[in-house]
Nanobody, 118 residues
């Protein structure tokens, strides 16, 4: 069983919305709640880039390209992290990966494809 499992990707028209979810089924609450979480994306032929992060204390950081359009949130009780994406544009097309950092160690999901196209 994977450490992180993403869902919610798909095909959407420009201007549309998607909500990505990432569950950490193998992580106990006490570890998840002190983990920093994030979403990254990788477009074809490009490096994996940060989209948004949320620390264990709730501090949030966004890439400039998604500020005002994307919202990251977490539910520690359910061991979930979300990425609400509004105003999607073709340049948002990528594989989106969930990340959890615990004690300096990174864990990644398998990724979920987001395609923005008319």
């Amino acid at each position: 069983q994977r450490q992180l499992v993403e869902s919610g990707g798909g095909l959407v028209q420009p201007g549309g919305s998607l909500r990505l979810s990432c569950k950490s089924p193998r992580t106990i609450f006490s570890v998840f709640s002190i983990s920093d979480l994030g979403w990254y994306r990788q477009a074809p032929g490009k490096e994996r880039d940060l989209v948004a992060t949320i620390t264990s204390s709730g501090s949030i950081n966004y890439a400039d390209s998604v500020k005002g359009r994307f919202t990251i949130s977490r539910d520690n009780s359910q061991r979930l992290v979300f990425l609400q994406m509004n105003g999607l544009a073709p340049e948002d097309t990528a594989v989106y990966y969930c990340n959890r950092n615990s004690s300096g160690r990174d864990y990644w999901g398998q990724g979920t494809q987001v395609t923005v196209s008319s």
